[in-house]
């Protein structure tokens, strides 16, 4: 192979590895500037995310080699927005605003339905979540924001007279739902448990697809057409990170070993990939049992939906595909970007406050495979089959 297209397949794997799947420098061009302009420059914040957009800015605008992304992603300067701009000799303001004001692409298409809860503290920065979901090239056919009024775990509760809620909802497109505070559960399960909520016109995707999301993360412009495009490729669950779940060895096989060491995610559908919601999940309705055994759930993982709907769906021989497979274990470098700016708002999450730091997570592994496992199915079991069949990635 000559280097040139050593190089060019180096390239693809950057791209193919990035939430936006286009060839187009313009596009490219457009989402790196939006990147730019949405990440407030400061010591702490946003370094490895501004490095990296400027990275595909440049090499777009360059025609660099793969090489010279990777070397711009590993610049240890911090720039500003207005230095970033400078380099790559985009416009300031305001002809920036013209740039970031044109639409990304002419077709936009109507994407599966997206489903979400919020809680009370980041009720302000929602209408920016909900925007970026607005300007995807697949529109969400509807969103179904899931509220509650009684507080539970990190929510306060809403008050149903909040003036922010009628204009979130004023043209329809957002669907407000009132329903029991059940925790991080409240994004799926009502949505599944009803019988199909009304829709703003069809879906010019499957319609038995759905795509939940959080309230604390501003999606890029292609990330529903790149959720359902790797769909369409592999046919199982669509997750943008996760984690691989790792099997004990020796005398604890039979076992798992502790969720710190579930590492990077694999770009093959496989059981041992476990979605981590954050970042998006792209669902079918049929992947779950009509009975999601809710009960049970809230009281052995009332913060783990993650683990509860991974069982589910993995029970019915389902398989997940992580499409960026270190973005959980690297998220500073590879999460997209938060919705609210302020240190202290992004660790109001359930993992500082229940799953991580405390070993949560180890707990929640631990009942929900006893419980399954109880009831005939033994997710460690399949998984030590596959990876007996799948050794090279494991």
Avoid at 36 to 64: N, R, S
Avoid at 173 to 178: D, F
Avoid at 251 to 276: C, I, K, M, Q
Wanted: overall charge negative.
């Amino acid at each position: 192979m000559s280097r040139e297209a050593f190089e060019r397949g180096n390239w693809q794997a950057v791209i193919e590895a990035h939430p936006l799947e286009s060839h187009d420098p313009g596009e490219w061009l457009r989402y790196g500037v939006v990147l730019l302009q949405t990440i407030q420059p400061g010591p702490d914040v946003g370094k490895q995310q501004q490095q990296a957009a400027l990275a595909f800015v440049q090499a777009q605008k360059e025609g660099a080699t793969a090489e010279a992304v990777a070397g711009a992603q590993r610049r240890s300067v911090l720039l500003s927005l207005e230095q970033a701009l400078s380099l790559v000799g985009l416009p300031e303001q305001p002809a920036l605003q013209t740039l970031l004001q044109q639409p990304l692409r002419a077709d936009v298409r109507t994407g599966p339905p997206v489903t979400l809860t919020a809680i009370s503290s980041r009720l302000a920065t929602l209408p920016a979540v909900l925007e970026s979901l607005r300007q995807q090239t697949y529109r969400p056919a509807q969103v179904h924001l899931h509220l509650s009024q009684d507080p539970h775990l990190l929510d306060q509760g809403i008050a149903a007279d909040d003036p922010l809620l009628e204009e979130i909802t004023a043209d329809g497109w957002v669907q407000l739902h009132w329903v029991a505070n059940l925790g991080p559960y409240r994004k799926i399960i009502p949505f599944l448990q009803e019988d199909g909520y009304a829709q703003a016109g069809p879906s010019q995707t499957d319609g038995d697809l759905f795509i939940t999301v959080d309230d604390d993360t501003l999606y890029p412009p292609r990330f529903i057409e790149y959720l359902v495009r790797n769909y369409e490729r592999h046919g199982c669950v669509v997750a943008h990170r996760g984690r691989r779940i790792r099997l004990a060895e020796g005398e604890a096989s039979g076992t798992f070993r502790p969720y710190a060491e579930w590492h990077d995610g694999v770009r093959e559908p496989r059981l041992a990939n476990l979605p981590t919601g954050q970042s998006g999940v792209l669902y079918r309705r049929s992947w779950f049992p009509r009975d999601l055994e809710l009960e049970a759930a809230l009281a052995l993982a009332p913060t783990h939906d993650d683990l509860w709907l991974h069982w589910l769906t993995a029970r019915q021989g389902v398989q997940a595909v992580i499409l960026q497979p270190n973005a959980a274990a690297k998220t500073k470098e590879l999460a997209f970007p938060a919705a609210s700016r302020e240190p202290i708002a992004q660790k109001q999450t359930l993992w500082h406050a229940f799953n991580g730091p405390a070993g949560g997570n180890d707990d929640a592994v631990v009942a929900v495979q006893a419980y399954w496992q109880a009831r005939g199915f033994d997710l460690a079991a399949l998984l030590a089959e596959e990876q007996e069949r799948q050794a090279d990635f494991y």
